[in-house]
């Protein structure tokens, strides 16, 4: 089944939405795999944000992204990538429908609450990124077949 990362924002720590946060993705009926809190620095975060390098705005928002610590989860589910992406919402916290997590809770470009994995293949690359092989766990947290159909699975 897939797998998808998130990280819980120095924007929405500092506000004390990580409980808000996580359980959205709990009762969604999301399985988390990972969860920790950690201080990202340089290194980390010229890799996470290399696609935003030659942007005005880089340095900035590594400022931002290293305020307070963050909590990075792994969450799997069919099509999580997809799904915590429209959970989430659009970049900009203004444009983001009610009803998602930007769109309930920033109103900001750059302070909005949550980074989440834009495809697959990002996906397992940033949970390697900041998760060890032994931080993650596969367990049954509910019997699938409460959560799904046979075929979907
Ligand atoms: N960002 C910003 N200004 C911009 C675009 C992005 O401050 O014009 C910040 C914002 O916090 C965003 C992050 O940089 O979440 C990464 O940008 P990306 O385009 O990957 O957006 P996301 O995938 O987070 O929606
Ligand atoms: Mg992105």
Wanted: glycine letters at 6%.
């Amino acid at each position: 089944m897939e797998r998808t990362l998130i990280i819980i924002k120095p924007s929405a720590v500092k506000r004390d939405l990580i409980g808000e946060i996580i359980h959205r993705f709990e009762i969604k009926g999301l399985q988390l795999c990972g969860l920790k809190m950690m201080q990202l620095d340089d290194k980390i975060l010229n890799e996470h944000y290399a696609h935003l390098k030659e942007k005005p705005f880089f340095q900035r928002i590594k400022t931002s992204m290293m305020a307070t610590p963050v909590i990075v989860c792994c969450w799997k589910g069919v099509d999580v990538v997809n799904l915590v992406r429209r959970m989430v919402g659009p970049t900009n916290g203004r444009d983001a429908a009610l009803g998602t997590i930007r769109g309930d809770y920033s109103v900001s470009v750059q302070e909005n609450i949550i980074h989440a994995s834009d495809t697959v293949e990002n996906a397992e690359i940033e949970i390697r990124r900041f998760f060890r092989t032994e931080e993650l766990y596969d367990f049954e947290q509910l019997n699938p077949s409460v959560l799904y159909a046979e075929y979907e699975k």
